[in-house]
């Protein structure tokens, strides 16, 4: 796989204040340093996500902004899927040409930043495990989001999750800095 390069742009920004699946496109979001989206269910210090906060509430949100490509929507597309970006319960979904692929977003080592146009960083903690409602969106796309490797790993196609390091409003057309965290590199594995 060739280099992922080291910027982007903004495609689209979702937020939705309820546990829901999807997640409203709106012009502009809020991160909050430590917190997340401002107005998104999964904004807090601690695990907001319900199969998590149930097996221990104290534990660090780790899962604070959900980010994915564009080139995934376009992935599922070609395997007969309708999906709309923000309808994957994504914050922050990315442009693919020029930017990052799907498999190339998932690919950054744990630790990257994200340095958006108008202040934010988002540092990334790992890959988001797609879970049962993603069927009950649209049927099989669970199995779509799933996929081995040469190696027989378990691929997770469904993006990756960031903590927020430095607050500032993200919009779509903001461009996007992709600093590599210093070696050794650590692969992202599920948060």
Known sequence: MAAAPLHTTVLAVHRDAAHQFSKETVPAIVLEAGLGVAGDAHHGRTVQHRSRAKV???????????????????????QGFVVAAGEL??????????????????????????????????????????????????????????????????????GVMGIVLAGGTVAG???????????????????
């Open 56 to 78: 221990d509430p104290h534990q660090p949100n780790l899962r604070q902004v959900h980010l994915i490509t564009a080139s995934l929507l376009s992935h599922l597309v070609d």
């Open 89 to 158: 319960g994504e914050n922050i979904t990315l442009q693919s040409a020029p930017g990052l692929q799907w498999e190339e977003l998932i690919a950054l080592p744990v630790g990257t930043q994200l340095h958006f146009a108008q202040g934010a960083v988002v540092e990334l903690t790992g890959l988001r495990n797609p879970c049962s409602q993603i069927d009950r969106f649209q049927r099989g796309l669970m199995a779509a989001m799933l996929d081995k490797d040469a190696a027989g790993n378990v691929v997770r196609k469904t």
């Open 173 to 191: 057309g903001d461009t996007v800095q992709v600093v590599l965290p210093a070696l050794p590199h650590r692969p992202m594995e599920r948060v």
